[in-house]
């Protein structure tokens, strides 16, 4: 069975006293990392102080966004070097935000997604379609599509390892989640893209996240569904409170 993931993306939202705070909070809970895999994707900078806030808990911490070179004069980025080197764990790669609004392509998340690889980090590697993609029925196949990009040149191993996080974008903060069959047909459909390529062991071993708008009202019903694998949260993932239905729900699953 695929252990549930639970992953707050936590974007461009809280100061570190903030972070550190909800940190100390969370660790005080309850939660069976034997059950459920609890991670915090927080901005960079504040990922070394949390690395040390959350060491020895079951919290693991990750990085929303790396570059692809290991180092380099690129004004403002963050290596896998960097990243391995303070503790983080897990990296978010090819959020649709990221895709939007700082011209990350199929093709740059690849190597983010191999540059991940190369220091030890796991991938979060986000897909997703738009609102006029999925009205005209193109959602399995532009889904299908950036997975096989993003994945393109792994080992079988290094996919077993990565997390999917199917996102569609018109979900994303706006209160609106796709049913909990229609995010589960989308993530069918990629673990069977993985399938056709890459074979049963790492497709039925693969785990895939649904994002958007995911709160604790409705974590259950999505779970509770066969290709479902955990969440990318938002919005629900900056209270420690409704954090931590999420963290129960994966428990319970
Ligand atoms: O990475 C997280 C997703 O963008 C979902 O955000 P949301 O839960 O606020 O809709």
Known sequence: ??????????????????????????????????????????????????????????????????????????????????????????????????????????DSVNKKVKAAF?????????????????????????VSNQVMAAIEGLTEEQLIQSIIAYEPIWAIGTGKTATADDANDVCQAIRETVLDSFGEEVASSLRIQYGGSVKPENIEELLSKEHIDGALVGGASLQVDSFVKLLEAGENV
């Open 1 to 106: 069975m695929r252990k549930p993931v639970i992953a707050g993306n936590w974007k461009m939202y809280k100061t570190l006293t903030e972070a550190k705070d909800f940190v100390e909070q969370l660790k005080g809970k309850q939660v069976d990392s034997s059950k459920v895999e609890t991670i915090i994707c927080a901005p960079a900078l504040f990922l070394e102080q949390l690395v040390h806030a959350a060491k020895d808990s079951f919290i693991s911490i990750g990085a929303q966004n790396m570059h692809e070179e290991k180092e380099g004069a690129f004004t403002g980025e963050v290596s896998g070097p960097q990243l391995k080197d303070l503790g983080v764990s897990y990296v978010v790669i090819g959020h649709s935000e990221r895709r939007q609004y700082f011209n990350e392509t199929d």
């Open 118 to 142: 190369e220091n030890n980090l796991t991938p979060i590697i986000c897909v997703g379609e738009t609102l006029e993609q999925r009205e005209q029925n193109e959602t399995e196949t532009i």
